[in-house]
């Protein structure tokens, strides 16, 4: 299996710009999620998804940002407009189950690592 | 709200030493706890998970236990080597099904 598929690994774009950011889930696998990691606070899940519904959207910062999963193999976490603070590192992950209380390890793709100028 | 906590921050140990991992979490009502590792400019790599229900599990020279009532999880890693070097994160699993994360403890095995 491929893994949790993430593109662009490197985005630099410049303040106003719209950003697209895609992942493909592993195969098989129900649930996705978007997190984004910064130094200053850690690991922040933004948005998750089971079975292409999106669930639970608390964690995104504001309306520039949106996310969604057109399909089971597909999703997009988009920001339009960009700024500065919202450099920091895109990670997607995947699970198998969507049973609440059987919860499954997730698996993280490699990141995206996004600088606004 | 769950808030996790990693202590400490940094440890650097010489090759061959048996070390211990902290996690601390706030809330005891968790459904799960996950271990994972993170190497420089990569992704996650899920290390070890334990459900609610265990209270240890073991992968290796790796070691992760769990102990609810108290808030805290432990990852012992035997015989350090040097390709242990990076950031290990911990995370517990919540009722509405989202993964919380520390902040992490970055290691450091000296040859």
């Known amino acids: 299996d491929a893994g949790v598929i993430q593109s662009p690994r490197h985005e630099v774009t410049e303040m106003g710009q719209e950003v697209t950011l895609r992942c493909k889930p592993i195969s098989g696998h129900n649930s996705l999620f978007w997190y984004r990691q910064t130094m200053m606070r850690g690991l922040e899940l933004l948005i998750y998804f089971n079975n292409n519904v999106p669930i639970d959207d608390s964690g995104m910062p504001e309306d520039r940002f949106s996310a969604k999963m057109p399909n089971a193999s597909f999703s997009t976490l988009k920001i339009q407009p960009s700024e500065p603070r919202d450099s920091a590192v895109y990670f997607c992950?995947?699970?198998?189950?969507?049973?609440?209380?059987?919860?499954?390890?997730?698996?993280f793709g490699p990141g995206t690592r996004l600088t606004v100028l | 709200k769950q808030e996790v906590t990693q202590i400490p921050a940094a440890l650097s140990v010489p090759e061959g030493e048996n070390l211990v991992l902290n996690c601390s979490f706030t809330d005891s009502a968790i459904y799960n706890l996950q271990w994972f590792r993170q190497d420089p400019g990569k992704g996650l790599t899920s290390l070890l998970l334990i459900q609610s229900s265990q209270r240890e599990q073991t992968s290796g020279r790796l070691n992760a236990s769990l102990d609810k009532s108290s808030g805290r999880s432990t990852l012992y890693i035997a015989a350090s080597q040097p390709g242990d070097s990076a950031t290990y994160l911990c995370a517990v699993g919540v009722l509405s099904e989202k993964l919380v994360f520390g902040k992490g403890t970055k290691l450091t095995v000296n040859p």
């Open positions: 992950a995947s699970r198998r189950g969507v049973v609440v209380g059987s919860y499954n390890e997730q698996f």
